[in-house]
């Protein structure tokens, strides 16, 4: 299957620690957008990254921060960890803004 | 900044029974997509419309894009169990990031 991929699946850190979230695209797509998903709400959207470039972002603050890799992999990195970052976060695939798909979530909880 | 807002929060139907979800915005949409979330499970791409007055079928599923492309529903007819979940819009609004409403939570009585 070449659908999305995120790593890992479930983390647990502590309040101030920093993390590390992988995505690995659907084959063809070339963009990688990431989002917040809090419990009973809408995904929200952090970022979008295109030819290694961040292209747009979201109301997140300078602590969450990404990168893409020349193989359309990303990395959403997030610093200084707070108990409210704790949800799902998702990656979604695509080729340039269409046929958008989302990968599993990495499901964050922050103690 | 884009919004789309996405009425109504909650719906709770008994097996059989029609559902509708409405998304709304006070700007004028490129194009409206909407998404399938099964409980613990991740947003599924279900469609996406372009122009304007748009009616796509899914089986029992009618989406609807509005004449101003400021509105988008979805219903279901006959809704079934395996029709639990949230149902999300989103947009692309005029810039590329997809922007999504706060979802239906659809839960069904067999």
């Known amino acids: 299957d070449a659908g999305v991929t995120q790593s890992p699946t479930h983390l647990i850190k502590t309040r101030g620690q920093q993390v590390t979230l992988r995505c690995s695209p659907k084959?063809?797509?070339?963009?990688v957008s990431w989002y917040q998903q809090a419990l009973g709400q809408g995904p929200q959207f952090i970022f979008q990254?295109?030819?290694?470039?961040?292209?747009q972002r979201g109301n997140f603050p300078d602590r969450f921060s990404g990168h893409q890799f020349p193989n359309y992999s990303s990395e959403l990195n997030v610093n200084a960890l707070l108990l409210g970052d704790s949800a799902l976060y998702l990656c979604?695939?695509?080729?340039?803004?269409?046929?958008?798909?989302f990968g599993s979530g990495t499901r964050l909880t922050v103690v | 900044g884009q919004q789309v807002m996405q009425i109504p929060q909650y719906q709770h139907v008994q097996e059989g029974e029609d559902f509708t979800t409405y998304c709304n915005s006070s700007?004028?949409?490129?194009?409206i997509q909407w998404y399938k979330q099964r409980p613990g499970g991740h947003p599924v791409f279900l469609i996406q419309?372009?122009?304007?007055?748009e009616v796509k079928k899914q089986k029992r599923l009618t989406f609807q894009f509005g004449e101003a492309k400021k509105n988008s529903s979805l219903h279901i007819t006959a809704t079934q169990t395996t029709d639990v979940g949230t149902y999300f819009c989103?947009?692309?609004?005029?810039?590329?990031?997809?922007?999504f409403g706060k979802g239906t939570k659809l839960t069904v009585n067999p």
């Open positions: 979604a695939s695509s080729l340039r803004d269409y046929g958008y798909t």
């Open positions: 084959s063809g797509h070339d963009t």
């Open positions: 990254y295109y030819e290694e470039e961040e292209r």
């Open positions: 700007t004028t949409l490129s194009n």
């Open positions: 419309l372009v122009k304007s007055g």
């Open positions: 989103a947009s692309q609004g005029g810039s590329e990031k997809l922007v």
